[in-house]
């Protein structure tokens, strides 16, 4: 696997690149992508990296595999291309934006726009065979996306880390409270979200508020 990632945060990650761990990982995922099908494509692996540079960081949405059905993973956590239906824990997200802030259901699930201004969508792991989730889980992107968090913990200040489910909730270890903000709930999946503790947790202001009271720009939900 070439590694094609934005030069910010190759300098952060560049020793994850040199270490033994890294070079099994591109080993096992280049067989992967000849062997069967894979997602997202090639080109989309890196993509939460490229389209968000290291230092225009302002929020992280950790999720956990990309999205395994033709069409859907483009490298964001949780974000489809436009013209692709949203998934449902993608429609209770912006159920909860509109709710939260007013913002209406936009018509596609590109959120290409919030990466733009500083929104990291990190998968834990970066790469899945179609149609079999967590099939890629375990071979090493977790080490890899764990160093990116912590890159950003120890070199950024006032970030808001934003975890939704118990796995996401589970990288709260690596993160500083004291320098950043993290903000918790159940997963946006219907069937977590439908039990309580989504609806109306109320993370896209509490977040704005936040990067506000910092001289931060907010973000456009």
């Known amino acids: 696997m070439n590694v094609k990632i934005e030069d910010s945060w190759r300098q952060y990650l560049q020793g994850e690149f040199d270490k033994p761990y890294f070079a099994a990982l591109t080993d096992f995922v280049r067989s ?3 062997q069967t099908c894979c997602y997202p494509p090639g080109q989309f692996i890196f993509n939460a990296f490229n389209l968000c540079p290291f230092n225009e960081v302002k929020v992280v949405i950790i999720g956990q595999d990309p999205y395994h059905e033709q069409g859907q993973a483009m490298g964001l ?6 013209g692709v239906m949203m ?11 509109a709710s939260d802030i007013g913002t209406p259901m936009p018509s596609d699930g590109d959120l290409t726009r919030w990466a733009k201004q500083g929104v990291l969508l990190l998968n834990a792991t970066l790469t899945v065979r ?5 099939s890629h889980q375990r071979r090493g992107w977790e080490t890899f996306t764990d160093a990116a968090i912590t ?14 489910g118990g796995y ?3 990288k709260a270890a690596l993160i500083d409270r004291s320098r950043h903000l993290v903000l918790e709930s159940v997963h946006p999946s219907p069937l977590s979200a439908n ?26 939900w």
């Open 32 to 34: 992967e992508y000849q």
């Open 77 to 82: 956590s949780f974000s489809v291309p436009s």
């Open 87 to 97: 998934p449902p824990s993608l429609v209770n997200i912006f159920k909860e934006i």
């Open 130 to 134: 179609a149609h079999q989730a967590g």
């Open 151 to 164: 890159a950003l913990n120890a070199h950024r200040d006032h970030l808001v880390f934003i975890l939704w």
């Open 168 to 170: 996401a909730r589970s």
């Open 195 to 220: 039990r309580g503790g989504w609806f109306g947790n109320h993370h896209f202001s509490l977040c704005n508020t936040y990067l506000a009271e910092h001289g931060i720009a907010p973000i456009v």
